[in-house]
């Protein structure tokens, strides 16, 4: 099974940027959909972005849009999640998730959320205003 570590987080304030990664082992990671969700204190698990295994589809997040942008680095095994604008209500724990098919994991929910293939262990985001 994938194996999935994110890296990346850390304290900013408002304003900045800041750029997710998360490294694959374990599977062909071009086969793999991949995405970012985030967890923010008191609140549920929710979607952020997903990127198809070539990286020829893309899917935010409203809130996101415009702002954060989902990548993929086949020949490092390897997505970021570059972060830009970044405001108060960002500030979350941001965990990396794959899944053999795609709509898996733009359309996922609390309820299907934890059926994804793979999780990583989370990267904290704080951001200060």
């Known amino acids: 099974q994938v194996q999935l570590v994110e890296s990346g987080g850390g304290l900013v304030q408002a304003g900045g940027s800041l750029r997710l990664s998360c490294a694959a082992s374990?599977?062909?990671?071009?086969?793999?959909?991949m995405g970012w969700f985030r967890q923010a204190p008191g609140k549920g698990r929710e979607f952020v972005a997903a990127?198809?295994?070539?990286?020829?589809?893309?899917y935010y997040e409203a809130s996101v849009n415009g702002r954060f942008t989902i990548s993929r680095d086949n020949a490092k095994n390897t997505i970021h999640l570059q972060m830009n604008s970044l405001k108060p209500e960002d500030t979350a724990v941001y965990y990396c998730?794959?899944?053999?098919?795609?709509?898996?994991?733009?359309?996922?929910?609390?309820?299907?959320?934890?059926?994804?293939?793979?999780w990583g262990q989370g990267t904290l985001v704080t951001v200060s205003s």
């Open positions: 990127i198809s295994g070539s990286g020829d589809a893309t």
């Open positions: 374990g599977r062909t990671f071009s086969t793999l959909a």
């Open positions: 998730a794959a899944d053999s098919i795609l709509s898996r994991i733009w359309a996922a929910r609390d309820d299907t959320a934890s059926a994804l293939d793979a």
